[in-house]
C-alpha cells in the first residue's frame, strides 16, 4: 500500500549529522511549534546500484510554493491528488529527470558528495534567520518514552522517505504510489528564493502507473539505423518549448513543441495535459528542427490556468514524453512563457 500518513513537515532546521557506512541516511534535527522532528534522508540505496540520482534547482518555480506559506508550522497530511500541494516526480513536473546524476555519499574529498550537498544547503537554512524548511514525506511517531537515536529528544519522532516514493523494484513495490514523492524545498523570505532537492534511486522506474504507482514498461527505444551513432529515443527529442497562456484578443492558447531529433515524428495520438488531467489531442507531423505551435480549441474553459499549471506532453501509449511548469509571475497576456 502507499505510503502512510504522506505530507509536508514546516520547520527550522537547527542541527544535522552527515550519513555514515552504518546509518546512511544524512540526519535533520527540526523543530516547529516547540515541537522536535528528525528528518532522515537517504544517500545510499540498499539495491544496486547503491548511488541515489540527485538534482538540485537553485532558482526554484512551480506554482506549488503558493500554497505552502500557508501551511502551519508542523506536519501537515496531504492528500495524494493532482490538486494541491502534495508531489509527484513524474506527474507534477517539478524538475526535469534527465538533470538528475547518481552520486555516491562519501566520496573523498570535498564539497562533491551526497552528503556534503546536503549539508551545504541544510547549513545555509540553518544560519538564515528566516528559512524555513519543509520536507515532504513519510511521518512516525511520535514515540512516547522513546528517544530519538540520532539527538536524544523525548518523545522520538520524525519524518522519512524524502525521496522518490513510486516506479519501485523489489520488496520496496509495497510503497507505491501517485501524489506521494518526498523532497525538500527551503524557502528564504528575504531573498524571494526558493531552493528545492529531488532524490531517487536508480532502480525506480520513471514510468508509472497513474492510479497504483507501479512501474510499467517505458517506450521503446527507436534507434538511428545503419549510421554508427548512439541510439537515441525520438520521442526524447520533443520537447514543449513554450505557451501562451493568456491570448490577445480572439486568439487562442498555444502550446509549442520543438522536434530536435533528426526525423519526422507522426504526433497522432499523442497528447497535451494539464495538471488537473485534462487532455488535448494531437495530430500531424512534426519535422525536424521545427517547432510547431498547437492551439488549443474548443475547450468550454481555460485549458491552462492562469494561475501557475503543468503542461505535460504524452506519447500515443500515454507515457510522458515531457514536462514543464509555469507560475503566475510568469503569465502575461500575449506573451509566450519560454520554457
Known amino acids: 500500500m502507499p505510503i502512510h500518513p504522506y505530507g509536508v513537515l514546516k520547520c527550522k532546521a537547527i542541527d544535522r549529522r552527515l550519513g555514515t557506512k ?24 540498499q539495491l544496486s546500484p547503491s548511488e541515489l540520482l540527485y538534482c538540485t534547482v537553485e532558482q526554484f518555480q512551480h506554482f506549488v510554493t503558493a500554497e505552502l506559506p500557508a501551511v502551519p508550522f508542523g506536519f501537515t497530511p496531504l492528500a495524494s491528488k493532482p490538486d494541491g500541494p502534495a508531489l509527484d516526480y513524474i506527474r507534477s513536473n517539478l524538475f526535469d529527470s534527465r538533470d538528475m546524476v547518481p552520486l555516491a555519499f562519501d566520496i573523498p574529498g570535498q564539497e562533491n558528495d551526497l552528503n556534503e550537498k546536503l549539508d551545504f544547503y541544510i547549513k545555509r537554512a540553518m544560519e538564515t534567520d528566516d528559512a524555513v524548511l519543509y520536507a515532504f514525506g513519510e511521518r512516525w511517531g511520535p514515540e512516547p518514552g522513546k528517544k530519538d537515536k540520532i539527538f536524544g529528544f523525548d518523545p522520538g519522532n520524525g519524518i522519512h522517505n524524502i525521496h522518490m516514493n513510486q516506479g519501485n523494484s ?20 528575504s531573498e524571494d528564493r526558493w531552493i528545492a532537492v529531488f532524490l531517487a534511486f536508480q532502480s525506480q522506474s520513471w514510468h508509472t502507473d497513474d492510479q497504483t504507482g507501479r512501474a510499467i514498461a517505458g517506450p521503446d527505444e527507436d534507434t538511428v539505423p545503419d549510421t554508427g551513432a548512439r541510439p537515441f529515443p525520438v520521442e526524447g527529442g520533443i520537447r514543449i518549448a513554450g505557451a501562451i497562456v493568456i491570448p490577445e484578443g480572439d486568439g487562442n492558447e498555444t502550446v509549442t513543441l520543438l522536434n530536435a531529433s533528426n526525423r519526422d515524428v507522426d504526433l497522432t495520438g499523442w497528447a497535451i495535459a494539464n495538471k488537473v488531467k485534462q487532455r488535448y489531442k494531437l495530430q500531424g507531423f512534426i519535422q525536424p528542427g521545427q517547432f510547431m505551435s498547437i492551439p488549443i480549441i474548443g475547450q468550454s474553459s481555460g485549458f491552462l490556468r492562469n494561475k501557475g499549471d503543468i503542461i505535460t506532453l504524452l506519447d500515443q501509449r500515454g507515457l ?18 519560454l520554457f
Not at 523489489?170 to 523570505?189: A, E, M, N, S
Request: glycine share 8%; hydrophobic share 30%.
Open 170 to 189: 523489489d520488496r520496496f513495490t509495497k510503497d507505491d504510489g501517485v501524489y506521494q514523492d518526498g523532497g525538500l524545498l527551503i524557502h528564504f523570505p
Open 320 to 337: 510522458k514524453v515531457d514536462g514543464v511548469s509555469y507560475t503566475k509571475h510568469q503569465v502575461k497576456p500575449g506573451w509566450t512563457v
Open 22 to 45: 552504518e546509518n546512511a541516511h544524512y540526519q535533520v534535527y527540526a523543530t516547529a511549534n516547540n515541537e522536535h522532528f528528525r528528518i532522515a534522508i537517504n544517500v545510499k540505496s
